[in-house]
């Protein structure tokens, strides 16, 4: 057994482009073998994105992630108090979504 992290990038191909998910990725995904994990950070990523135009949604994105609660497809990981407070331990990379 696995486990994986989806990137951003991955989990939009999952749920809105599925024919631009490359087919190795495919078979991770479908292989309940695997434990994957979604980062809120992804979510987070995702409402902004959205929000700015630069990522239209054939759904809402609540939508979407109740989906994938419901479904018990990934693991959600959630952003903690400690997650952000240890940022000041990296490198400022500043990157604009």
Not at 16 to 22: G, H, R, S, V, W
Not at 62 to 69: E, K, M, Q
């Amino acid at each position: 057994m696995a486990k994986y992290l989806l990137d951003t990038h991955i989990f939009i191909w999952v749920t809105c482009e599925a024919d631009k998910l490359p087919k190795r990725c495919a078979e991770i995904l479908s292989d309940d073998t695997h434990t994957i994990y979604l980062s809120m950070a992804t979510i987070w990523e995702m409402q902004i994105k959205n929000q700015l135009g630069k990522l239209p949604l054939n759904q809402r994105l609540n939508v979407i992630i109740d989906d994938v609660i419901k479904n018990n497809l990934y693991h959600i990981l959630p952003i903690t108090e400690n997650h952000i407070l240890n940022l000041q331990t990296l490198e400022f990379h500043h990157r604009p979504l």
